[in-house]
């Protein structure tokens, strides 16, 4: 399976704005799409190929937990819908980016709301490959024809075996991140300490 973005971007929308003004029956929502999104992504039993073509800034967390990782040459990451607007990382991005990162490295990316090049996510290991953008999609079909020519059982099997470390991680932090970032939610920015 390839997962790729539209236009110019992968997922570069800008945040949303009046987060804080939902009730609690909205962040019920919130709260059960965000673990049936992620779930479900880690439930699909085929190898996932991400063609990241542009900027990832909102739900990136959804290209880097794709088996293989490539990215556009000109592709940013990024996390601009949480902590630096004022909203806990609470849906999947705190467990899935200091994984990834490592946890020091992956800490300071949520909380500072650090933006990576691709070239940089190539040397921290958060993509397998950059190439220009017009070759990003053609190489994850290429990759896709040669894993397609593997054994069925070996295929579905072997993304049952890499995710299900994820799964439990999910399983045991993601319900529990949605809710502090749900009761941070009310929360109205403090002044600004002296």
């Not at 993304?159 to 009310?186: F, I, N, P, S």
Request: proline share 6%.
């Amino acid at each position: 399976m390839i997962l790729t973005g539209t236009g110019e971007s992968f997922c570069a929308n800008p945040p949303l704005t009046g987060s804080a003004s939902l009730k609690s029956s909205a962040w019920d929502r919130v709260y059960n799409e965000g673990k049936h999104l992620l779930m479900n992504h880690l439930n699909i039993e085929v190898p996932m190929i991400a063609a990241v073509n542009g900027p990832a800034h909102r739900h990136a967390e959804l290209a880097v937990l794709c088996d293989i990782v490539l990215a556009a040459d000109h592709t940013t990451f990024q996390d601009s819908a949480h902590f630096p607007n004022g909203t806990v990382p609470g849906d999947g991005v705190h467990i899935v980016w200091p994984l990834v990162l490592g946890a020091n490295r992956g800490r300071y990316f949520l909380l500072t709301g650090q933006k990576l090049s691709a070239q940089e996510a190539l040397t921290l290991g958060v993509v397998s490959e950059v190439l220009p953008r017009d070759r990003v999609l053609q190489r994850a079909w290429e990759l896709a024809d040669q894993i397609a020519k593997r054994p069925t059982l070996a295929i579905r099997y072997a993304r049952v075996a890499m995710t299900q470390t994820l799964k439990r991680l999910m399983l045991d932090h993601l319900g529990y991140g949605l809710a502090l970032e749900g009761l941070a939610a009310g929360e109205h920015w403090p002044a600004a300490p002296r």
